[in-house]
Antibody
Framework: EVQVVESGGGLVQPGGSLRLSCTAS????????MNWVRQAPGKGLEWISY????????YYADSVKGRFTLSRDNAKNSLYLQMNSLRDEDTAVYYC???????????WGQGTTVTVSS | AIQMTQSPSSLSASVGDRVTITCRAD??????LGWYQQKAGKAPKLLIY???RLESGVPSRFSGSGSGTDFTLTISSLQPEDCATYYC?????????FGQGTKVEVK
């Protein structure tokens, strides 16, 4: 089965750090660009980051730029989102999403919940 | 960033009704638009990509149309299992941007 599974979410204090992981199975991660999308409680979807297959190009939403770092390890079929200087407004479910050749977000993980609170 | 405006924000319709959701971009995005369905407590699911291409496995009652700045998702005959929130997403440029969502209730 083609799927991605996120992990690493949890409760963290404002200003703290967390690293999310996304592991792919059923397909070769190195063949696809990937994204992270988040959803705050009761809110809509927000794209936050994108990385190409070789990691040559990485984009961030303004809301996380300078605080979040996206990376990947194709040998481990994994993607990582390092989140620093976390704020209350980063509280959300974070989804790892496969990018099908720049035309669709076709595979979504089940999400991992990040709660930023003191 | 390209702003995507979806309407309506919510709607209620009966089983068998034809339902239309619109999405407007504040600048031209060719046909680089997709539609996603999110059921309560679940991850979003791809329905339509490139404006009108139906994702494999998605029922044919879903269809998409439009180009440039104005796009439409149509459900030709609403079913109980279509109760969900629907989002458009432009994949024309970064940052990718979603519409604010349309919550569809089935009476």
């Amino acid at each position: 089965e083609v799927q991605v599974v996120e992990s690493g979410g949890g409760l963290v204090q404002p200003g703290g750090s967390l690293r999310l992981s996304c592991t792919a199975s059923g397909f070769t991660l190195s063949s696809y660009s990937m994204n992270w999308v988040r959803q705050a409680p009761g809110k809509g979807l927000e794209w936050i980051s994108y990385i190409t297959t070789s990691s040559r190009t990485i984009y961030y939403a303004d809301s996380v730029k300078g605080r979040f770092t996206l990376s990947r390890d194709n040998a481990k079929n994994s993607l990582y989102l390092q989140m620093n200087s976390l704020r209350d407004e980063d509280t959300a479910v974070y989804y790892c999403v496969r990018d099908r050749y720049e035309e669709a977000f076709d595979i979504w993980g089940q999400g991992t919940t990040v709660t930023v609170s003191s | 960033a390209i702003q995507m405006t979806q309407s309506p924000s919510s709607l209620s319709a009966s089983v068998g009704d034809r339902v239309t959701i619109t999405c407007r971009a504040d600048q031209g995005i060719k046909n680089d638009l997709g539609w996603y369905q999110q059921k309560a407590g679940k991850a979003p699911k791809l329905l339509i990509y490139a404006t009108s291409r139906l994702e494999s496995g998605v029922p044919s009652r879903f269809s998409g149309s439009g180009s440039g700045t104005d796009f439409t998702l149509t459900i030709s005959s609403l079913q109980p299992e279509d109760c969900a929130t629907y989002y458009c997403l432009q994949d024309y440029s970064y940052p990718r941007t979603f519409g604010q969502g349309t919550k569809v209730e089935v009476k």
